[in-house]
Nanobody
Framework: QVHLMESGGGSVQVGGSLRLSCTISKDSDKKYAMAWFRQAPGKAREGVASINWPGNQDYYEDSVRGRFTITKDDAKNILALEMNNLRPEDTAIYYC??????????????????WGRGTQVTVSL
């Protein structure tokens, strides 16, 4: 069984930075493809960044590429999302997800098996 818990959300001004963390609790050494998704009020959930299970290939949604960085530390069981130059449109609840297979779903949300409860990010002018 895998449990995910996000932390690090908060309120920042435009141009600010935040670092989100997702603590992974699991009962094996298995590595997972993982991703960050977000959902803003009244909008559909969207993929933001993903990383394959070895941790050597990452993917980004167009609007965050160059501003966000996803990293996975399998030794510490932590998935992180470094967010820089934040914009008001980045305001959302951010969720981490893990896929229980030897593939990388990238932003196909239905292919992820485990989800955290989310952490709120608010970017104001």
């Amino acid at each position: 069984q895998v449990h995910l818990m996000e932390s690090g959300g908060g309120s920042v001004q435009v141009g600010g930075s935040l670092r989100l963390s997702c603590t992974i609790s699991k009962d094996s050494d298995k590595k997972y493809a993982m991703a960050w998704f977000r959902q803003a009020p009244g909008k559909a959930r969207e993929g933001v960044a993903s990383i394959n299970w070895p941790g050597n290939q990452d993917y980004y949604e167009d609007s965050v590429r160059g501003r966000f960085t996803i990293t996975k530390d399998d030794a510490k069981n932590i998935l992180a999302l470094e967010m820089n130059n934040l914009r008001p449109e980045d305001t959302a609840i951010y969720y981490c997800a893990a896929a229980d297979g030897w593939y990388n779903p990238i932003f196909q949300a239905h292919m992820y098996d485990y989800w955290g409860r989310g952490t709120q990010v608010t970017v104001s002018l």
